[in-house]
């Protein structure tokens, strides 16, 4: 998981910049929950591949995917 805004990774227990101290989770759907279950609304999935070449991040629930994909210096219109 990292934060999108601030660009560090949760460990664990506490955010770092360090993507190889991030926490290893079992599976996609238990990083979701976990975001979830502590409102991280900010969070995205980073699924690393081996030799980084395919690393794919996504946001946690498609109402933050426009908030996350942009920096918070963007200013966004509303949508309606």
Same mark, same amino acid.
């Given at each position: ?5 601030? &660009?560090?990774?949760? @460990? ?7 993507? !190889?101290? !991030?926490? @290893?989770?079992? $599976?996609? +759907?238990? !990083?979701? +929950?976990?975001? &979830?279950? &502590?409102?991280? $609304? +900010? !969070?995205? %999935? ?6 980084? =070449? &395919?690393?794919? $991040?996504?946001?946690?629930?498609? =109402? ?8 918070? $210096? +963007?200013? %966004?219109?509303?949508?309606?």
């Amino acid at each position: 998981m990292q934060n999108a805004v601030r &660009h560090v990774y949760f @460990d664990g227990v506490d955010w770092n910049e360090n993507d !190889a101290q !991030a926490k @290893d989770f079992g $599976s996609v +759907t238990q !990083a979701e +929950t976990v975001c &979830h279950n &502590h409102e991280l $609304s +900010t !969070a995205l %999935i980073v699924v690393k591949s081996k030799d980084g =070449r &395919h690393d794919v $991040s996504y946001p946690v629930g498609g =109402r933050n995917a426009v908030l996350v994909s942009k920096p918070a $210096s +963007t200013e %966004i219109k509303s949508l309606y």
